[in-house]
């Protein structure tokens, strides 16, 4: 099946790096399995209730620009480990909708592969994005349709927190989850740059310790230029 792949972060000090080396993985899963890649650096809404939602409109925009079976979306906050999974191994099949999951919440964005079907879908939530005041994350709003509509709740997915959320340890046991490392991906929602590549760098292999022993030089360049040192 053809595929696109989309990354997304913003050029500023906290996730060029790391946002960098989050791509570089997906590009390597895309390029092994087949599929398109492409980064995007730019805000794509001049506003909106939180940066979490810009990936709807990079998935709608996708989906009108490039004519492929599947869409994917994978977070900057995210390492792919197994860029030899293929879309069936980790979970994809017949239905319009997949994303992952969590101890917290039934769904989570962090990965989220749409088929071109689900463009009605995209432009619903493009229109609730401003639906709560509260900065009402996308991925509550995917749940409340998903909880209300019968078509939905058939066509929305959630694939299992080992394939496609493994947080780290530390977070599994802040909030009571049984931690195992992800078959696919490992997820690392508000860890610290420093954090972040500790975990990691002992389990990607040469490739990836390189861009990890970068990212901590710059974090290390980071703390001395504020103290300045």
Known sequence: MSSIVHTFFTPDPTWTKIGTASAQLARDWADEQGFQH???????????????????????????SHDYDWH???????????????LKEIGLGDRLVYMGSDWIFPLNTGFLAVRKEARGLLEEMKRLRFGNPHEYFEQGTFQVIRTLSKKWSREIVPLTPRACNSYPPDAGEEWGGNWMPGDFVVHFAGWQKGDVSRFIAPTLGPKMNILLQDLLKKTREDVLKKRGD
Do not use: H, Y
């Open 72 to 86: 994917i979306f994978v977070d900057a906050d995210m390492f792919v480990t197994n860029p030899g999974k293929t």
């Open 38 to 64: 492409q980064i995007t650096t730019k805000r794509v809404w001049t506003a909106t209730p939180s940066i979490t939602w810009e990936k709807i409109r990079i998935l709608a925009d996708s989906i009108d």
